[in-house]
């Protein structure tokens, strides 16, 4: 038995550019991590990009997130979803985290 019963929202058209709609898991991972600004987060599989930009949010803006997917396609969407938020923190890379191994995370934060 639900609750509450909620509206239908028209997401795709009516709130595209306000909301990005996640699953409650997603959202609690975020506060779980409870990211300060100022801070660094690697976020080592971030497509499409709504942890990310949550994660930039609860940190106002402030600090560095550095965002890495393996698949050019989903590159281009964590872009298109960074952008969209206006989340000046994440610097996207393209490259496998699997693989992703330095003692200096300099090269990253001022390449």
């Known amino acids: ?13 009516e709130l595209c ?11 609690v991972v975020s506060h779980v991590l409870s ?28 600090g560095c997130v550095i965002a890495i997917d393996k698949t050019p396609s989903k590159i281009v969407k964590l872009k ?3 952008a969209k ?8 890379f393209l490259f496998d985290s699997t693989v992703l191994i330095s003692n200096d995370i300099q090269f990253i934060i001022n390449p």
């Open 17 to 27: 550019d306000m909301l990005y709609p996640q699953n409650l898991p997603s959202i």
């Open 35 to 62: 990211p300060a600004p100022g801070e660094i987060v690697l976020d080592m599989c971030a497509s499409p990009g709504g942890k990310t930009t949550h994660i930039a949010t609860l940190m106002k803006n402030t």
């Open 80 to 82: 298109e979803n960074v």
């Open 1 to 13: 038995q639900p609750l509450y019963i909620a509206p239908c929202l028209d997401i795709k058209n």
């Open 85 to 92: 938020f206006c989340s000046s923190i994440v610097h996207c």
